[in-house]
């Protein structure tokens, strides 16, 4: 076991060493979160907040999912009740499994409320980023305003709001500790910072595969700055302890993984093309676009905000980091290379090599320039091809998460510098006001409108079919229709399925996720060719009990189809009639 005295000590050296700072600044993070993410603490229990209704919707049900497996059954997390009768349906998309546990506390406190769940999830994940990119600046600094600044620059970058309807990719504040504990473990040698740092790399991969995948790049990177700059590093005792906590960090991934490559067994079709990555990739000029939210960027950088609707869309395409970071991270980019010695040569290097390097990466495949597509390969096309996992991504723009976390780091520096310059000129008079003035602008450029958010159901209130269906014996297999017949369809009809499913958690043939398994595709193939004998056939031998036909979605062939099939009793008969839902069983 590890002495108490010794894990305390360890923190306080982590933190500074002065906890009622070290509270201050916690504090000042929470005000910070609740003010930048309003209205969301304020209608946590109603309202989910995205630009869209889909992805919360979908992040909500995984999360969910993840407290209902977490609390019951374990062992079956990834047999989630989507795309009945595939096993594994949790690995069509993120399991997000760290958010599943961050947010217990908050499905117990709400009485079982998966949209207060999700808000405080999301909230807490801002938090984290915060904390977390505060104690790697903190670190490499030893000032108290370079951490804070980087906090603020990396939690909430523009480029962060812009994917508030995606939780998942909020989700990267371990990264920041990941290679807090890598840059300790380089300086001390010391196998306890290997291990953190370990066992922080595990938790962003399992918060987001994305995230965690592009970190490991970002470790390699690491590795080859610091072989360059500092050889003597790499004995054979250190390289013995990082790749030992490294092949524990892989042996309990394990378990999380087998469900996806399982799934990439059983199905075709579980890898994104070239097409669909250089779709999501960014274009040179999203660098100049913020999200249409932020107070003074938003208006100002419409016109390339416009420009990302033909392909991919603002949400991954908005890259603009604020001009306050970037004259930040330049002059402390300048001081590092004028006056910086040792680590913090290290870090100059190695942060504006990792800055320039992600931001290439979110470029795709091929580079997009002012919307001209240049058949000029790009770097992200060997990681696309030789890199484990890359296939199974498309969005490389979310490599400029790393980005913004260089350029955090950075302005951290550059604060310092400019803080400390003020002090030696005014004394702490001229502290005191340099540092208000850079906080403030900072603050000022991160600030957002009120976040978009739209109301959604909970338990008291969504349709009584649902209430009814969860009292019913077994997993009652059941089967939602009319099935949807074109993409923006599916979008809406399916995701408000996967969402009300929370509240009976039967399985269904229905499912929103990233992939598809066959047996849901050939089913909408069935169902879109109106082939509607042939798919009541095979709805039958799969082991589906219900069909609850919604009368919402109007689609006439099906409906006539059904009525004459209800009539002749064959295949199945009217079972129980809710307002705007008819329960047939399959017989």
Not at 352 to 372: E, K, M
């Given at each position: 076991?590890?002495?108490?005295?010794?894990?305390?000590?360890?923190?306080?050296?982590?933190?500074?060493?002065?906890?009622?700072?070290?509270?201050?600044?916690?504090?000042?993070?929470?005000?910070?979160?609740?003010?930048?993410?309003?209205?969301?603490?304020?209608?946590?229990?109603?309202?989910?907040?995205?630009?869209?209704?889909?992805?919360?919707?979908?992040?909500?049900?995984?999360?969910?999912?993840?407290?209902?497996?977490?609390?019951?059954?374990?062992?079956?997390?990834?047999?989630?009740?989507?795309?009945?009768?595939?096993?594994?349906?949790?690995?069509?998309?993120?399991?997000?499994?760290?958010?599943?546990?961050?947010?217990?506390?908050?499905?117990?406190?709400?009485?079982?409320?998966?949209?207060?769940?999700?808000?405080?999830?999301?909230?807490?994940?801002?938090?984290?980023?915060?904390?977390?990119?505060?104690?790697?600046?903190?670190?490499?600094?030893?000032?108290?305003?370079?951490?804070?600044?980087?906090?603020?620059?990396?939690?909430?970058?523009?480029?962060?709001?812009?994917?508030?309807?995606?939780?998942?990719?909020?989700?990267?504040?371990?990264?920041?500790?990941?290679?807090?504990?890598?840059?300790?473990?380089?300086?001390?040698?010391?196998?306890?910072?290997?291990?953190?740092?370990?066992?922080?790399?595990?938790?962003?991969v399992l918060a987001n595969t994305y995230i965690g995948l592009f970190l490991t790049v970002a470790i390699i990177i690491f590795f080859f700055v610091r072989f360059i700059t500092s050889r003597k590093t790499f004995t054979f005792r250190w390289i013995f302890?990082?790749?030992?906590?490294?092949?524990?960090?892989?042996?309990?991934?394990?378990?999380?993984?087998?469900?996806?490559?399982?799934?990439?067994?059983?199905?075709?079709?579980?890898e994104r093309t070239i097409d669909e990555v250089d779709l999501h990739s960014a274009d040179v000029q999203d660098f100049l676009a913020a999200p249409q939210f932020n107070w003074i960027w938003g208006a100002i950088t419409k016109h390339f905000r416009e420009?990302?609707?033909?392909?991919?869309?603002?949400?991954?395409?908005?890259?603009?980091?604020?001009?306050?970071?970037?004259?930040?991270?330049?002059?402390?980019?300048?001081?590092?290379?004028?006056?910086?010695?040792?680590?913090?040569?290290?870090?100059?290097?190695?942060?504006?090599?990792?800055?320039?390097?992600?931001?290439?990466?979110?470029?795709?495949?091929?580079?997009?320039?002012?919307?001209?597509?240049?058949?000029?390969?790009?770097?992200?096309?060997?990681?696309?091809?030789?890199?484990?996992?890359?296939?199974?991504?498309?969005?490389?723009?979310?490599?400029?998460?790393?980005?913004?976390?260089?350029?955090?780091?950075?302005?951290?520096?550059?604060?310092?510098?400019?803080?400390?310059?003020?002090?030696?000129?005014?004394g702490r008079k001229g502290f005191a006001i340099a540092t208000f003035i850079v906080i403030s602008l900072l603050i000022l450029e991160v600030m957002t409108a009120p976040l978009p958010t739209f109301k959604d159901k909970t338990k008291g209130s969504i349709?009584?079919?649902?209430?009814?269906?969860?009292?019913?014996?077994?997993?009652?297999?059941?089967?939602?229709?009319?099935?949807?017949?074109?993409?923006?369809?599916?979008?809406?009809?399916?995701?408000?399925?996967?969402?009300?499913?929370?509240?009976?958690?039967?399985?269904?043939?229905?499912?929103?996720?990233?992939?598809?398994?066959?047996?849901?595709?050939?089913?909408?193939?069935?169902?879109?060719?109106?082939?509607?004998?042939?798919?009541?056939?095979?709805?039958?031998?799969?082991?589906?009990?219900?069909?609850?036909?919604?009368?919402?979605?109007?689609?006439?062939?099906?409906?006539?189809?059904?009525?004459?099939?209800?009539?002749?009793?064959?295949?199945?008969?009217?079972?129980?009639?809710?307002?705007?839902?008819?329960?047939?069983?399959?017989?």
């Open positions: 076991m590890i002495p108490s005295n010794f894990a305390s000590g360890k923190l306080k050296k982590i933190i500074g060493g002065n906890s009622g700072k070290t509270l201050g600044v916690l504090l000042f993070f929470i005000a910070l979160v609740i003010v930048l993410t309003r209205p969301v603490a304020f209608r946590a229990s109603s309202r989910l907040a995205g630009s869209d209704r889909f992805d919360p919707r979908f992040h909500a049900w995984t999360i969910s999912w993840d407290i209902h497996a977490l609390l019951h059954n374990p062992l079956s997390l990834f047999n989630a009740n989507i795309f009945f009768p595939m096993k594994n349906a949790l690995a069509y998309s993120e399991h997000q499994i760290i958010n599943g546990v961050l947010g217990i506390p908050f499905w117990l406190l709400s009485g079982g409320n998966p949209l207060f769940t999700l808000n405080f999830v999301l909230m807490l994940n801002f938090l984290i980023s915060a904390v977390a990119a505060y104690l790697l600046s903190f670190h490499l600094s030893r000032n108290r305003i370079a951490a804070l600044v980087c906090g603020i620059a990396y939690a909430f970058a523009p480029y962060m709001f812009s994917h508030i309807s995606q939780l998942s990719i909020c989700s990267c504040g371990w990264a920041p500790l990941s290679l807090l504990f890598l840059h300790r473990y380089s300086e001390k040698g010391r196998p306890f910072d290997a291990l953190l740092f370990s066992l922080f790399t595990l938790v962003q302890w990082i790749v030992v906590f490294l092949l524990l960090a892989g042996v309990l991934l394990l378990p999380f993984a087998k469900p996806y490559l399982e799934v990439r067994k059983d199905n075709r079709g579980i420009n990302t609707k033909g392909r991919g869309g603002p949400n991954h395409r908005s890259l603009f980091p604020g001009l306050v970071i970037l004259v930040l991270a330049f002059t402390g980019a300048v001081t590092l290379y004028r006056k910086g010695k040792g680590e913090e040569r290290f870090s100059l290097w190695y942060y504006s090599l990792l800055a320039v390097l992600t931001a290439i990466f979110s470029l795709g495949t091929s580079l997009y320039y002012f919307g001209g597509r240049h058949d000029i390969p790009m770097p992200y096309d060997v990681l696309y091809r030789i890199y484990p996992g890359f296939k199974a991504l498309r969005v490389p723009s979310i490599f400029y998460v790393f980005t913004v976390l260089s350029l955090s780091v950075l302005a951290g520096f550059g604060a310092r510098e400019i803080t400390v310059f003020a002090h030696n000129r005014k349709p009584s079919v649902y209430r009814w269906l969860s009292k019913q014996s077994g997993d009652a297999p059941t089967v939602e229709l009319p099935l949807p017949r074109r993409y923006e369809e599916w979008l809406d009809m399916e995701s408000v399925r996967t969402y009300y499913s929370i509240f009976h958690w039967k399985k269904i043939v229905n499912g929103y996720s990233s992939f598809f398994p066959d047996t849901y595709r050939n089913t909408l193939t069935l169902f879109q060719g109106n082939e509607f004998g042939s798919l009541i056939f095979k709805l039958k031998r799969q082991g589906v009990r219900f069909l609850i036909a919604e009368s919402g979605y109007k689609d006439k062939v099906f409906e006539r189809w059904l009525t004459k099939e209800s009539k002749a009793r064959k295949n199945l008969r009217m079972f129980k009639r809710f307002e705007n839902n008819i329960v047939y069983e399959l017989l």
